[in-house]
């Protein structure tokens, strides 16, 4: 009987069960781990969902599309002389970059290239338009083109071929407009050939000169 006694474990002071103690504690760990694990099923699921990619601009894209216009020239100048028995069939101007600038960038940033490389006859757009290139941008204003002429040659209309010199082939203009969003912005720049063809000793040389541009 002593052993027996000996043999039987000893309840805690404080009166508790260690064998139960000890269940409570595993199931407490259960739920606990089951608990996380739904709990990480959730964020998995919720990162899974199909929410839209977010705009590549918080004012949303817009395009712009930038065409040139010509009237034919009647003369070219030489100095302060006007030679006015020198007549262009053909005027062919290479445009190799167009850019836009957002308003309140500085000189250097906020521009967006628009894909060009075309050659265009201005004498043939003089009650039409050609189109220099045109992209999607993000709407907002926009206050500078960049206009990049690479080379231009003329044929008179005794078919004489001349090459032009491009001293500055960068042209830039300083009228705002504004993209708006889902919408397409064109403009229309009126180049002025009878100020853009000079006559000097080198030759004729060829500065591009903007008359007029419209928007619509």
Sequence with gaps: ???QEGLTPRRPSNGRDPMKTTAFAVSVLAMLIAVAGVAGYVVVAHGSLPFAPAPASAGGMGTLSVSVTDSPPENVT???ATVGNVTWSHVYVTFTLLQAQEANATNESGWHNISVSNTVDLMSVKTASALLGSAQLPAGQYTQLRIVVEKAWGVTTTGKSYNFTVPSGDLRTDDPFTVQ???TSSLTLDVN???SIVWTAMGYVFT???G???SS
């Design 78 to 80: 030489t100095g302060n």
């Design 212 to 214: 007029s541009i419209q």
């Design 181 to 183: 969003t889902g919408q």
């Design 193 to 195: 050939l009878s100020h």
């Design 1 to 3: 009987m002593g052993v």
């Design 208 to 210: 591009p000169v903007i």
